[in-house]
């Protein structure tokens, strides 16, 4: 499966917020600005509703021919016929959840250090996320990973990076040339008042290296 990791879009309802746009919706508009693939990300809610949601984003998906990666849920992944699934550090092992999706499926893994890039890559992961790179709103617990750990990671690990936490059009460049393959988003996009030209302005940032 080739794909483009470039722009990254991590689902947020809370980032949507009230407008007058479901959640599908507005990945549709970012996808329309350059996203060029989707993580489906549900905290908090019921299995029904979890699985709900990934069917209409997949469908919506397949509509523009973009992978839809789950967000820790295994099960829901395969329910939908997800392109992908992606797992944290506190998640299954990243071994475990290969030999439950097989090789069609992409794998990918949270990590903030060498030795965890390391253990992700040898279990099978087809991609890293690096972060959160800087504080974010969407995650406020997550641990920030120095610059020189990142590059350390790109030297050690031949999959591709992708970077996230509190990147947006201003800082994005500067990771790719950090060697990062792609940048992950959420509130960069889909908390800006128009989201695809979000998208494109950062898709311009990404596509500058």
Same mark, same amino acid.
């Given at each position: 499966?080739?794909?483009?990791?470039?722009?990254?879009?991590?689902?947020?309802?809370?980032?949507?917020?009230?407008?007058?746009?479901?959640?599908?919706?507005?990945?549709?508009?970012?996808?329309?600005?350059?996203?060029?693939?989707?993580?489906?990300?549900?905290?908090?809610?019921?299995?029904?509703?979890?699985?709900?949601?990934?069917?209409?984003?997949?469908?919506?998906?397949?509509?523009?021919?973009?992978? /839809?990666?789950?967000?820790? @849920? *295994?099960?829901?992944?395969?329910? =939908?016929?997800?392109? !992908? +699934?992606?797992?944290?550090?506190?998640?299954?092992?990243?071994?475990?959840?290969?030999?439950?999706?097989?090789?069609?499926?992409?794998?990918?893994?949270?990590?903030?250090?060498?030795?965890?890039?390391?253990?992700?890559?040898?279990?099978?992961?087809?991609?890293?996320?690096?972060?959160?790179?800087?504080?974010?709103?969407?995650?406020?617990?997550?641990?920030?990973?120095?610059?020189?750990? /990142?590059?350390?990671?790109? @030297? *050690?690990?031949?999959?591709?990076? =992708?970077?996230?936490? !509190? +990147?947006?059009?201003?800082?994005?460049?500067?990771?790719?040339?950090?060697?990062?393959?792609?940048?992950?988003?959420?509130?960069?996009?889909?908390?800006?008042?128009?989201?695809?030209?979000?998208?494109?302005?950062?898709?311009?940032?990404?596509?500058?290296?």
């Amino acid at each position: 499966m080739k794909v483009d990791y470039s722009l990254y879009l991590v689902t947020d309802r809370a980032c949507v917020g009230k407008r007058n746009l479901t959640l599908c919706e507005a990945v549709e508009q970012a996808i329309l600005g350059g996203c060029r693939m989707v993580q489906l990300r549900e905290y908090g809610v019921a299995s029904l509703d979890f699985y709900k949601a990934a069917k209409e984003m997949k469908r919506l998906t397949d509509r523009y021919d973009i992978p /839809l990666v789950i967000n820790n @849920r *295994v099960d829901i992944a395969l329910a =939908v016929r997800a392109a !992908g +699934i992606h797992i944290g550090q506190r998640d299954l092992p990243a071994s475990v959840v290969r030999k439950m999706i097989g090789r069609d499926r992409l794998l990918g893994v949270s990590v903030t250090s060498v030795s965890e890039a390391v253990r992700a890559q040898e279990d099978g992961a087809d991609y890293l996320g690096v972060g959160a790179m800087l504080p974010t709103r969407t995650k406020k617990d997550a641990k920030i990973v120095p610059v020189e750990e /990142l590059c350390a990671i790109r @030297r *050690v690990v031949e999959i591709p990076i =992708v970077v996230i936490g !509190g +990147i947006n059009r201003k800082n994005a460049a500067k990771f790719m040339r950090m060697g990062a393959d792609g940048a992950a988003v959420v509130s960069a996009i889909l908390a800006q008042e128009d989201i695809r030209r979000a998208a494109e302005e950062l898709r311009r940032e990404c596509d500058r290296v």
